[in-house]
């Protein structure tokens, strides 16, 4: 089995910064590309942030220059920092990530439970 756990969400007021961790853990044999969404109530889930296994980003508009994700192929973990955060961003995070496990030939895809970020003052 493979397990994605993220951790780091909270409360923050505007302008303030809070750093999410995603850690992936059991049979695995090797990670490709990992990922962070977020869902708003009465919103779609949308992809913020990805980072490959050789370490290139892409963002969404909405953050860039707010928000840098990366990641720690010897944890298997993926972190995603966010900076000047606004009410707009409260929303639950979710982290993705393409994994191979034992005796698999492909990649498949997981995501985590999620952790709520709530900006407000």
């Known amino acids: 089995q493979v397990q994605l756990v993220e951790s780091g969400g909270g409360l923050v007021q505007p302008g303030g910064s809070l750093r999410l961790s995603c850690a992936a853990s059991?049979?695995?044999?090797?990670?490709?590309?990992m990922g962070w969404y977020r869902q708003a109530p009465g919103k779609q889930r949308e992809l913020l942030a990805d980072?490959?296994?050789?370490?290139?980003?892409n963002y969404e508009d909405s953050v860039k220059g707010r928000f840098t994700i990366s990641r720690d192929n010897a944890k298997n973990t993926v972190y995603l920092q966010m900076n000047s955060l606004k009410p707009e961003d409260t929303a639950v995070y979710y982290c993705?990530?393409?994994?191979?496990?034992?005796?698999?030939?492909?990649?498949?895809?997981?995501w985590g439970r999620g952790t709520q970020v709530t900006v407000s003052s």
């Open positions: 993705n990530a393409l994994i191979k496990r034992y005796h698999s030939l492909i990649f498949t895809e997981y």
């Open positions: 059991g049979s695995i044999v090797s990670i490709n590309s």
């Open positions: 980072i490959s296994s050789g370490g290139s980003t």
